[in-house]
């Protein structure tokens, strides 16, 4: 292989990875040469990660993937530093330097986006917290889309590791009830800011 530039290799096994993090593992079977590659960060940083997003179970800790997940967010992999900053805000509680992970990728997506918001909640930031929800809902058209977004990361904290913990007790507050002091006409169509992050930020607080 060593007539192969090594740029050209990279690009290639980069290429296969870009189609799934599943793709490198005969790579990574096939020894140190290719080893070398896939762990290098032109190619950690553009690997799929997707299954992750959206089957947490996989960065827990005892997965066999986290070790893999773990090399990505190490080398700047922004769904990488994402699903690692969330699984240490709801397993092991608030910390500086979690929050500045999920930080970092906070607006990466609209997934990150939400839970950066709900994350500063509960670890006690309100002011910065909604500052964040704003930022969110003016990026989203509807309620659904809204509701569709929250549904994720529910899911995505139920299933990075195991709940009850009360990782949040004593941090999560809200400085006052919403405006609206949960008085709408028909909750299912329409909802104010407040009462949406206050409900999840609440039902998360719970879960955690």
Do not use: W
Request: overall charge negative; charged content about 20%; glycine content about 8%.
């Amino acid at each position: 292989m060593s007539y192969i530039p090594a740029a050209v290799m990279t690009d290639i096994v980069r290429r296969v990875g870009s189609d799934g993090f599943r793709n490198l593992g005969p790579l990574i079977a096939a020894g140190p040469f290719f080893q070398e590659i896939v762990f290098s960060r032109d190619v950690l940083v553009d690997v799929d990660l997707d299954e992750f997003l959206f089957n947490s179970r996989l960065g827990r800790e005892e997965s066999i993937y986290r070790p893999f997940l773990l090399r990505c967010a190490a080398a700047g992999h922004e769904v990488g530093r994402y699903l690692e900053g969330l699984r240490r805000l709801t397993q092991e509680g608030p910390s500086v330097e979690a929050l500045e992970m999920l930080g970092e990728v906070g607006y990466s997506s609209i997934y990150a986006t939400f839970a950066f918001a709900v994350m500063l909640l509960c670890c006690g930031s309100y002011d910065q917290g909604m500052v964040v929800t704003r930022t969110f809902f003016s990026r989203i058209q509807t309620l659904e889309e809204a509701i569709a977004v929250a549904g994720v990361v529910e899911d995505q904290i139920r299933h990075i590791g195991p709940g009850g913990r009360n990782v949040f007790d004593g941090y999560i507050h809200f400085k006052e009830y919403p405006i609206c002091y949960f008085a709408h006409t028909n909750s299912a169509t329409s909802i104010c800011h407040h009462c949406f992050t206050y409900n999840y930020a609440t039902t998360i607080h719970e879960m955690c």
